[in-house]
């Protein structure tokens, strides 16, 4: 069964940066796109980053867009996500997760989410 651990998140202030790391365990990361999702507070999941087996191909919300890349370490079995220029709307519980990206909605694969990383940012 796939299990996944989110870490790296933390609170800054708007302008500054942050790394997440997600690391898969059961599986194997190459075999999936992995993608990055994001929740605030009462509001639904949505989609952030993702990309495909080989990490030829990067996918992006139009929000974080030249503010975010996402990268994998297939070898290391994870999946990272670069954040600069945070603002304080990207305030959020940030997960990963397989995805779907046969269609451009981005839908993640697995039932089971990890515990997710807390991002804050402050103005």
């Known amino acids: 069964q796939v299990q996944l651990l989110e870490s790296g998140g933390g609170a800054v202030t708007a302008g500054e940066s942050l790394r997440l790391s997600c690391l898969m365990s059961?599986?194997?990361?190459?075999?999936?796109?992995m993608g990055w999702y994001r929740q605030e507070l009462g509001k639904a999941r949505e989609f952030v980053a993702a990309?495909?087996?080989?990490?030829?191909?990067?996918y992006y919300a139009n929000s974080v867009k030249g503010r975010f890349t996402i990268s994998r370490d297939n070898a290391r079995n994870t999946v990272a996500l670069q954040m600069n220029n945070l603002k304080p709307e990207d305030t959020a519980m940030y997960f990963c997760?397989?995805?779907?990206?046969?269609?451009?909605?981005?839908?993640?694969?697995?039932?089971?989410w990890g515990p997710g990383t807390q991002v804050t940012v402050s103005a």
């Open positions: 997760n397989g995805v779907y990206l046969w269609t451009n909605e981005y839908e993640p694969r697995f039932p089971n």
């Open positions: 059961g599986d194997r990361i190459g075999d999936y796109p």
């Open positions: 990309m495909n087996e080989a990490g030829g191909t990067a």
